[in-house]
């Protein structure tokens, strides 16, 4: 079975800095994507980034970068130059081979940007 | 940009009673799912549908749940008989073929009293 695991329940950044959010996971499966979505106080959740286990670069997607390190079962998301409207809760999500895509998400990281 | 249309926003509900939360995944999409998010909580899968079929359900996706795709356009989720512990957001979300992401509705805010 597949486990996400986010153990920073909440995070502080001041504006115009980076941040680097953790997500480790768990899973016995040799091909599996890893992705970042952002969820706002408004509640929709947003895509950020997607890393895929064989790729071997590790994903960009503007301020937005997955650090894989797929030996430690870690891909963790590093946003740069931090932004108020960057504040949001952010959730690691897994998914399997299996048929239907399904993705897991871990229990999210609420991150506070201040000026 | 085409996006996931879920309606209506807040539903509220006695217990016992019958929802139905419907959804317009995206029209090229072919893989639809529902979660939900209990407050505060992290967001749970229920269900896929790929095919005209159920593809995979979690544990929480039992005989009171259930799906429909009646016609090309929409996706809905039934609960035949509400629980207080329903009470929660349910995001319905779609995907095209191979690694594309999940694109995900605004959800719907049941509220079961």
């Known amino acids: 079975a597949q486990k996400i695991t986010q153990t920073q329940p909440g995070m502080f950044v001041q504006e115009k800095e980076a941040v680097t959010l953790d997500c480790t996971y768990d899973t016995s499966d040799q091909s599996y994507g890893l992705f970042w979505y952002k969820q706002p106080s408004s509640g929709e959740m947003i895509f950020l980034i997607y890393?895929?286990?064989?790729?071997?670069q590790n994903a960009t997607e503007g301020r937005y970068s997955l650090n894989f390190q797929k030996a430690r079962k870690s891909a963790n998301l590093v946003i740069s130059a931090s932004q108020l409207g960057d504040s949001a809760m952010y959730f690691c999500?897994?998914?399997?081979?299996?048929?239907?895509?399904?993705?897991?998400f871990g229990k999210g990281t609420s991150l506070l940007v201040t000026p | 940009e085409p996006e996931v249309t879920q309606t209506p926003s807040h539903q509220v509900t006695q217990m016992g009673q019958e929802v139905i939360l419907r959804c317009v995944p995206i029209s090229n999409h072919l893989y639809f799912y529902w979660y939900r998010q209990i407050l505060g909580q992290k967001v749970e899968f229920l269900v896929s549908?790929?095919?005209?079929?159920?593809?995979?359900k979690s544990e929480i996706f039992d005989d009171q749940f259930s799906v429909e795709r009646p016609d090309g356009s929409n996706f809905t989720l039934k609960i035949r008989s509400t629980k207080l512990e329903d009470s929660a957001m349910y995001f319905c979300?779609?995907?095209?073929?191979?690694?594309?992401?999940?694109?995900f509705g605004n959800g719907t805010r049941l509220t079961v009293t």
């Open positions: 999500a897994m998914r399997g081979p299996k048929s239907g895509y399904a993705l897991n």
């Open positions: 979300a779609s995907k095209d073929r191979g690694n594309s992401p999940l694109h």
């Open positions: 549908f790929y095919n005209n079929e159920i593809s995979e």
């Open positions: 890393q895929g286990s064989y790729d071997e």
